[in-house]
């Protein structure tokens, strides 16, 4: 019988599946039947840190002008505390219901409120935290490094405040993309994901308006983050989750074949329903009986390149023979 059971980030969980952070785990009812169809473990949606902002000017609005400074920090405190109450709520509720590891997600662009919301998400009860920082390098006035320096002030500036393990979600837009993974794994990162999928916007040609894109990802998504997992895997002293793109159980084996820990899906969720949980780890423990593995451990990073006797066959071997056909 094959065993599924794995650890991500020093969480004990019983197959390596997570559903995402999505509308999917927003709420109770939701995060309660991603555990019953069987998910290793569950992302909650993320905490925005527009909704903390927003609550607390809608409070400000009303003020008089003429209130005492004092009054007016004390009432955005106030909203510092009260904002996320709903999310804080979410995480004790969902700990009370479910066996599995509930994780929390805060998605902030700036660092003033990281260490505030994330103690309390600590408090609060979640197993652990995902980082979802997403800095768009889209100023031509910031360097990469410039950037790459914010990614890394985070980790630092909330790692002293937080008693769980930690996972930072991230983009592939980064000049050195193996150099910061290692970055943030050296400052205390217990996992990367990867990656994080930008808004993709589109335009509508009649109206000549921006348009909402396709929100959900297909298999050939999966592509980027299968390599740069199967790139890192065994190079950085942390956890790899696989994101974007996973829709089957084909899709699992092979980022667990480049050297992911976890894979979470979310799109595959809603195309086709919870069932698609139960129906990867049939999918998945059929194939491990097949190739006669018992335990993931026997094949996690098979493929890596770290565990490669060609590992050139990861870089230029391969982009060449795409372009001119070279066998």
């Known amino acids: 019988m094959s065993i599924l059971s794995t650890e991500y980030m020093g969480l004990k969980l019983k197959n390596p599946l997570l559903v995402a952070s999505c509308s999917l785990t927003k709420k109770r009812d939701g995060v309660e039947k991603c555990a019953e ?31 005492h400074p004092e009054a007016l920090d004390y009432v955005q405190q106030m909203g510092m505390s009260f904002g996320p109450n709903e999310y804080l709520k979410l995480i004790e509720e969902t700990k009370k219901t479910v066996s599995v590891p509930v994780i929390a997600s805060l998605n902030c662009i700036s660092p003033k409120w990281w260490i505030t919301y994330a103690k309390q998400i600590v408090e609060a009860g ?18 990469g490094t410039e950037i790459e320096d914010i990614y890394v002030k985070i980790v630092n500036e909330i790692k002293p405040h937080i008693s769980i393990p930690f996972a930072v979600k991230i983009g592939p837009y980064f000049s050195s993309l193996a150099h910061l993974a290692n970055r ?18 589109n335009i509508n040609t009649e109206n000549l308006t921006l348009a909402p894109g396709y929100n959900f990802s297909s298999p050939e998504d999966m592509g980027l983050s299968l390599r740069w997992i199967a790139l890192l895997s065994g190079s950085i002293g942390c956890d790899l989750a696989a994101s ?28 086709n329903g919870l069932q698609q949980i139960g129906k990867i780890i049939d999918e998945v423990s059929m194939w491990m009986e097949n190739k006669g593995f018992q335990s993931i451990k026997e094949f996690h990073g098979k493929l890596s390149q770290s565990e490669s006797d060609k590992p050139e066959l990861y870089e230029r071997v391969q982009y060449i023979k795409a372009l001119v056909g070279i066998e």
Not at 193 to 200: K, P
Not at 246 to 270: F, N, P, R
């Open 37 to 67: 169809a069987g998910a290793g473990a569950i992302v909650l949606k993320s905490l925005f840190e527009e909704q903390i902002d927003f609550e607390i000017k809608d409070m400000e609005k009303h003020l008089m002008p003429y209130w």
């Open 126 to 143: 979640a197993d652990a935290l995902e980082l979802n920082i997403a800095i768009m390098p889209s100023d031509p006035n910031r360097t």
């Open 244 to 271: 974007t793109g996973i829709h089957d159980g084909e899709g699992v084996i092979k980022q667990l074949l480049a050297g992911a820990t976890v894979a979470q899906l979310c799109s595959t969720l809603y195309l």
């Open 184 to 201: 943030l794994s050296r400052e205390g990162a217990a996992a990367l994901v990867l990656f994080n999928r930008f808004y993709q916007p």
